[in-house]
Nanobody, 122 residues
Framework: QVQLVESGGGLVQAGGSLRLSCTLS????????MSWFRQAPGKEREFVAN????????HYADSVKGRFTISRVNDRSTVYLQMNGLKPEDTAVYYC???????????????WGRGTQVTVSS
């Protein structure tokens, strides 16, 4: 059974950086395009970034483009989200997802982690 575990969230001041990690177990990471989504209180889960199976294709939401970087190390079964220049509006629970295709829709994600909280203070 595929399981995803996120880590690396926390409290940071505006302008700071965090690196989120997502580790997959139960199957080889190489089989899955991976995505990061986030959900703020009272809002829908929204797309942040995705990456194809070998890391050569990435896509970002306009709101994070130029500040966030998604990457993966298949041998470590881990996907990363490097977040720089954090803003208070980035505050949310961040989830990683594994899917059968590169996607920006949470409805197309097959497996979810439990999420990690990111809080950015002003």
């Amino acid at each position: 059974q595929v399981q995803l575990v996120e880590s690396g969230g926390g409290l940071v001041q505006a302008g700071g950086s965090l690196r989120l990690s997502c580790t997959l177990s139960g199957r080889s990471l190489v089989f899955y395009p991976m995505s990061w989504f986030r959900q703020a209180p009272g809002k829908e889960r929204e797309f942040v970034a995705n990456i194809n199976w070998n890391g050569q294709q990435t896509h970002y939401a306009d709101s994070v483009k130029g500040r966030f970087t998604i990457s993966r190390v298949n041998d470590r079964s881990t996907v990363y989200l490097q977040m720089n220049g954090l803003k208070p509006e980035d505050t949310a629970v961040y989830y990683c997802g594994a899917s059968g295709t590169v996607t920006m829709s949470p409805r197309e994600v097959d497996y979810w982690g439990r999420g990690t909280q990111v809080t950015v203070s002003s």
